[in-house]
């Protein structure tokens, strides 16, 4: 390429990389054909004259979420750096949090319902959100415990739904009773009844995954040690929302959701988007399995997690999207 044919091929560059301008514009400009002007801005990126630089922040990996998005057939992935002095055996980094936050406001628009279930990183979540469009709030789960409600879910809600300038429908009931009939009564009560009658509402969905170990999954620390072994039993390998899920993504021990207050799982899949935030290495199997339950559309995960889970077996022939529950087929 002479002096001429560069200074062209940098001129017709500039016009269509930098000012926006198509092709058919340039080459009237330059009085050429626009064939000529694909021909110049090809050799221009081949012979190094252009070249082009995909920028993200720092912290996000787009190459592994767009690789994660495609092989699960969620809608959106955003996988994060883990942070260099994470702890292998600690859950969810704490940034997930902050970058959920930042799809939330992309996810929700005016009117939408959001519903939001238990979960650590979704309280930081919550906490990081700066922005959004008027929604209800909902809370999905009783709280993990009645005494974190003022620093746990029930917060949480009210902080999503004090940025949105929505309303806000808490549940001020454990997520965990000791029987089916208390839990029967619970949901009987005015305020929670309520709370619940939104679910069928709720067009945008937070959930948190644990896998089935201690302080990884609130559920398993609610349960007694001979609880925990029945379930383990019959292949627990996650839990979502106090729903369990063996590790093709099956669920298994549904008699445990009539001891809940939780949301259930065929509402759950009705809503057009549920966003799971999990991560962490001690997480990805879970993370696996209930990407393959079909529950999630969009996931919020760390670099750790995702490529443990780009690694494994395949999700099989049902994407996320497909929203079918495996052990219903």
Same mark, same amino acid.
């Given at each position: 390429? !002479?002096? /001429? #044919?560069?200074?062209?091929a940098? =001129?017709?560059? *500039?016009?269509?990389?930098?000012? &926006? ?25 081949e012979r ?16 592994r ?21 994470q702890?292998?055996d ?23 319902v959001?519903g ?6 979704i ?23 009645? !005494?974190? /409600? #003022?620093r746990?879910?029930?917060? =949480?809600?009210? *902080?999503?739904?004090?940025?949105? &300038? ?24 005015t ?36 609880e ?14 106090s ?9 298994v ?6 001891r ?24 990805a ?30 999700p ?14």
């Amino acid at each position: 390429m !002479g002096p /001429a #044919e560069m200074v062209q091929a940098a =001129a017709m560059a *500039r016009r269509f990389y930098l000012e &926006g301008k198509s092709k058919i514009q340039i080459a009237e400009e330059f009085g050429v054909s626009r064939f000529k002007v694909a021909r110049v801005l090809e050799s221009a990126l081949e012979r190094d004259l252009v070249r082009i630089e995909i920028r993200v922040p720092a912290e996000l990996d787009a190459e592994r979420s767009d690789a994660l998005r495609a092989r699960y057939g969620l809608r959106h992935a955003v996988v994060v750096e883990s942070p260099a002095d994470q702890d292998q055996d600690s859950p969810d980094p704490e940034n997930l949090g902050a970058v959920a936050a930042g799809l939330l406001g992309e996810l929700v628009t005016e009117g939408d319902v959001l519903g939001l279930a238990w979960g650590r990183s979704i309280i930081t979540m919550a906490n990081a959100l700066d922005r959004l469009p008027p929604c209800t709030v909902v809370q999905l789960t009783g709280v993990y415990d009645a !005494g974190t /409600a #003022e620093r746990g879910s029930v917060e =949480a809600v009210r *902080r999503a739904a004090a940025v949105s &300038g929505g309303e806000a429908h808490p549940l001020y009931a454990p997520m965990v009773l000791p029987d089916a009939s208390t839990a029967a009564a619970l949901r009987q009560q005015t305020g929670i009844a309520a709370a619940m009658g939104y679910f069928d509402k709720v067009t945008v969905a937070v959930v948190s995954i644990g896998s089935w170990e201690p302080r990884v999954s609130t559920v398993y620390d609610a349960l007694s040690d001979a609880e925990r072994k029945h379930y383990a039993d019959l292949g627990v390998a996650a839990e979502m929302s106090s729903h369990l899920f063996d590790a093709e993504g099956r669920r298994v021990g549904r008699d445990l959701r009539e001891r809940c207050i939780t949301v259930d799982a065929d509402r759950l899949r009705a809503v057009p988007e549920v966003v799971a935030i999990a991560g962490g290495i001690r997480k990805a199997n879970a993370v696996g399995a209930v990407l393959r339950s079909g529950l999630v559309t969009s996931l919020v995960t760390d670099t750790a997690a995702a490529d443990h889970l780009l690694h494994q077996q395949s999700p099989g022939p049902r994407p996320a999207l497909d929203r079918v529950d495996p052990g219903e087929a």
